[in-house]
């Protein structure tokens, strides 16, 4: 079999959806050192048919998966935008905490 690779991007709802299925299949824990000096995290998730749902496929098989998080206050756009960038106060980053809270809130995950 050739390795498989894919990159997607999700936001607003099928992303909500997408990562409180991800958390089910970790059982709702994340651990602490997965968080970034941004607010970001990532964690594995081992086999794809622990995603709440999904069924195995023979021509599939079993594969693996890492999900990527980026939280972002609203007003990030200008720093990416084409026309008049300007940079992000450091103010409206967001914190390590403050992306562990916000997790544990609206997703009811437990960090470890």
């Known amino acids: 079999k050739e390795p498989t690779a894919c990159v997607v991007t999700l936001r607003g709802e099928r992303a909500r959806t997408f990562l409180n299925r991800a958390l089910q299949a970790v059982n709702n824990r994340v651990s602490k050192s997965s968080f970034d000096e941004r607010g970001n995290f990532s964690f594995g998730i081992k086999e794809h048919i622990d995603l709440p749902g999904t069924k195995y496929s023979p021509e599939l098989g079993i594969i693996g998966m890492d999900v990527s998080v980026v939280l972002e206050r609203p007003g990030y756009r200008v720093k990416r935008r084409r026309r008049a960038?300007?940079?992000?106060?450091?103010?409206?980053?967001?914190?390590?905490?403050?992306?562990?809270?916000?997790?544990?809130?609206?997703?009811?995950?437990?960090?470890?």
Request: cysteine-free; charged content about 30%.
């Open 85 to 112: 960038k300007s940079k992000v106060g450091t103010e409206h980053l967001l914190s390590p905490d403050e992306a562990i809270s916000f997790i544990r809130e609206e997703f009811n995950v437990e960090i470890t």
